[in-house]
């Protein structure tokens, strides 16, 4: 992991200037316009590498906010792909459970695809664990070429950590 990756607070016109992908860049745009939590951005230099949204809102699901009452969730991490696997997406998280502690919280959650096995790969080895076994649904609200939002259900497994223990190593 190169150490020259520097974390940094985004706002809307960043978003708009380096998220190129419609997916992110409506739902970081609309997340930042309702103050929703705190956008992270990694870069090396002036190279973008990726994104993490720190969701400090409530979850939309329902079985989250009654199952884990104000703990807030990261959300959107994206690193860009010529930039996988050189320590950014574990960079992002780093910097914001170190928010997180800051601000006095015990514990951060995330979802996941159950397909998703390298990214449940990288949480287990973070410290997360599964919150439960069931998958939860939530939804995926895709822009179509025609601009019309199309609303799909999506599985998703959740991972919690606790951040009130000092970080392995």
Not at 12 to 35: I, K, P
Not at 133 to 155: A, I, K, N, S, Y
Request: aromatic share 8%.
């Amino acid at each position: 992991m190169r150490d020259d990756v520097r974390i940094v607070e985004a706002a809307e016109d960043d978003v708009r200037r380096f998220v190129s992908d419609q997916y992110h860049r409506r739902h970081l745009l609309v997340h930042l316009g309702e103050r929703r939590g705190i956008l992270l951005f990694a870069f090396r230099g002036a190279v973008f590498l990726g994104h993490l949204f720190l969701r400090l809102a409530p979850a939309e699901e329902q079985e989250l906010r009654s199952g884990l009452p104000g703990v807030p969730l990261l959300q959107h991490l994206r690193v860009m792909d010529e930039h996988q696997r050189a320590g950014v997406g574990r960079r992002l998280i780093g910097a914001a459970e170190r928010r997180l502690r800051a601000m006095g919280h015990r514990r951060v959650a995330l979802g996941v695809h159950p397909a998703n096995d390298d990214a449940i790969r990288l949480y287990r080895r973070l410290s997360f664990t599964e919150w439960r076994e069931q998958t939860l649904m939530t939804f995926r609200e895709d822009v179509g070429d025609d601009g019309r939002v199309v609303r799909e259900e999506e599985p998703f497994l959740v991972f919690v950590k606790r951040l009130d223990r000092p970080p392995p190593g």
